[in-house]
C-alpha cells in the first residue's frame, strides 16, 4: 500500500539533556482561550486568586456579545488561611452561576495553584456538583496551575478529564483528538471524507449532547503533541494509538493521513488521488514563504510542547538547521516519530533550566530563537531574532492549506530584522 516515510538517520536514540530547574511558561489557565470557543456550551470556572482571574481576562479579552463562559471564582485569604469553608463557598457560587445560565452543559472546575497549595479538593467538588446538577449539567475538574505544568497542558487535562465518562462503543472507528480552529477541522474531515475514513468523531465536541463514544474498536489520531494524558485516558478505555508524524507542513499531514489511510485500508491510488492537489499547493506554499529561513538556524526553547514535530517541519521543508529543540516534556510514543524524520545534530532537551539554557542560546548565535514572551524582549535587546511560540498555539498552522501560512510565522521576524538592519545602515 502506500510508501513508507523518506528515512533518515533520524534522532530517535540522541540521548535526551534533562534539565529540571527555573521555567519561563505561562500556566495551564491559557488553554481556557481557545477550549471555551470550540466547547459552545461548556463553561470554564477557575478557582483561584485574583491574579488567575486578571490572567485569563488579559489572555482572552472580554466577551461583548454574549455572556462569557470562564469566570474565576476567588479564593479570598480567609479561604487561603482555611479559616472558611471552600468547598461550601463554591457550592453557593456554582448555585448562582447555573440558576442564571441555563445554557451551561457542561462545567469544568479549574484548579490553580493556590486552590493546589490549600489542597482544595475539586474532584470531591466536582463529584458532588454532578449528582447535584446532573445529567443535565455534567461537572468535570481539571487542574490549570502553573505549578508544574506548561499552558497546553490545560488542553491535555480538560480533554482527559472528559474520557472516564464517554460513552462506550464497539464500533469500528477514528476519533481525532485535539482542539482545530473550526476552519482547518474542516478541512481535516474533508481529507478524510474523501479518503473513505469513517466513521470519525473529534475531541473536543462542541456540544455535550454530542459526545465522542470510545470503545476497543477505536482508533485515535492526535492533532496535537501535548496530549500525553488524552493519549494515556484514551488507551485506558481500549483504543488503539495510530503513531504518526504530526500534520505540519505537506510532509507532516501526508505522513499524518497516510497512518490512518493504511489502517483504513485506503488504496495507493485513492491516497494519491486526493492528496495530490493540495500536497502540490502545500509544496509550493512552503517553498514560496520559507525563503528566508533557508541555511538559516533555530533553537528553540521548551514552552508550546510544539517544538519537536515544528523542528521537523523547519528542518526538513524549510532548510533551517536546528541547534537546541526543547521541549517540556518528551513523550516518545506521541513525538517518536517525528524525532525519527530530524536530521542528526541537534541537542534535544526536555525541561528547562532557563539560565542554562540562555548561556546556550547566546553561545549558539542562532539565526532564529523561538521562545515564550518573557524571553522575547530581552534576548532581541541582545541582537537576537525570536518568534514568540504562544503564536503558534493561536494561529491556524494545520494541514496542507496552512502550510505556506506556518512557515511564514518563523519567516516574518527575519524579514523584520532584515528590515530594521538595512534601515540601521542608511
Ligand atoms: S494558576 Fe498559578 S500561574 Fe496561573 S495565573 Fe493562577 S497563580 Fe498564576
Known amino acids: 500500500m502506500n510508501a513508507p516515510i523518506p528515512n533518515t538517520p533520524g534522532c530517535r536514540d ?75 463557598e ?67 487535562a480538560c480533554l482527559a478529564a472528559t474520557i472516564p465518562s464517554l460513552p462506550s462503543t464497539e464500533a469500528r472507528q477514528l476519533v481525532v483528538a485535539g482542539a482545530l480552529p473550526d476552519v ?20 473536543p465536541t462542541a456540544r455535550a449532547d454530542q459526545p465522542v463514544a470510545v470503545g476497543p474498536n477505536t482508533v485515535f489520531a492526535l492533532t496535537q503533541p501535548f496530549l500525553n494524558e488524552t493519549h494515556a485516558a484514551l488507551v485506558r478505555r481500549g483504543a488503539r494509538h495510530l503513531p504518526a508524524p504530526f500534520p505540519f507542513g505537506e510532509e507532516g499531514t501526508t505522513a499524518w493521513l497516510r497512518a490512518i489511510a493504511h489502517e483504513f485500508g485506503v488504496s495507493e491510488e485513492r491516497f494519491n488521488e486526493v492528496t495530490a492537489a493540495p500536497r502540490d499547493r502545500a509544496r509550493r506554499a512552503v517553498a514560496q514563504a520559507s525563503a528566508p529561513l533557508r541555511e538559516k538556524s533555530i533553537f528553540l526553547f521548551p514552552d508550546s510542547q510544539l517544538e519537536i514535530p515544528l523542528a521537523r517541519f523547519l528542518t526538513r521543508e524549510c532548510g533551517m538547521t536546528a541547534l537546541e529543540i526543547g521541549q517540556p516534556y518528551v513523550h516518545r510514543d506521541i513525538v517518536g516519530p517525528d524525532i525519527d524524520l530530524i536530521p542528526e545534530g541537534p541537542v534535544f532537551s526536555e525541561g528547562q533550566d532557563v539560565d542554562l539554557q540562555l548561556d546556550r542560546a547566546r553561545a549558539a548565535r542562532p539565526d532564529l530563537t523561538v521562545c515564550g514572551l518573557g524571553l522575547a524582549n530581552p534576548l532581541e535587546a541582545e541582537g537576537l531574532t525570536t518568534k514568540w511560540a504562544i503564536e503558534l498555539v493561536f494561529t491556524p498552522i494545520h494541514f496542507y492549506e496552512q502550510a505556506g501560512d506556518l512557515a511564514g510565522l518563523f519567516a516574518r521576524p527575519m524579514r523584520r530584522r532584515e528590515i530594521l538592519q538595512l534601515e540601521a545602515e542608511a
Request: charged share 25%; glycine share 8%; with cysteine.
Open 184 to 203: 482547518v477541522e474542516d478541512q481535516m474531515l474533508g481529507l478524510l471524507e474523501a479518503l473513505g475514513v469513517g466513521p470519525v468523531s473529534v475531541l
Open 90 to 156: 463554591l457550592d453557593r457560587e456554582v448555585e448562582k452561576l447555573l440558576s442564571r445560565r441555563p445554557d451551561i452543559k457542561r462545567l469544568f472546575l479549574v484548579g490553580s495553584c493556590p486552590s493546589e497549595v490549600i489542597k482544595l479538593d475539586l474532584e470531591k467538588a466536582a463529584e458532588r456538583l454532578s449528582s447535584a446538577y446532573g445529567p443535565a449539567v455534567n461537572v468535570v475538574n481539571f487542574s490549570g496551575s502553573g505549578i508544574e505544568t506548561t499552558f497546553t497542558e490545560g488542553e491535555d
Open 14 to 88: 540522541v540521548p535526551l539533556l534533562k534539565e529540571r530547574g527555573q521555567r519561563e511558561v505561562f500556566c495551564g489557565l491559557t488553554a481556557i482561550v481557545w477550549l471555551h470557543r470550540k466547547m459552545q456550551d461548556a463553561f470554564f470556572l477557575v478557582v483561584g486568586s485574583r491574579t488567575c482571574a486578571h490572567l485569563l481576562q488579559s489572555a482572552a479579552g472580554v466577551m461583548i456579545f454574549a455572556e462569557p463562559r470562564f469566570g474565576t471564582a476567588i479564593l479570598e485569604e480567609t479561604d487561603l488561611a482555611g479559616m472558611a469553608d471552600a468547598q461550601a
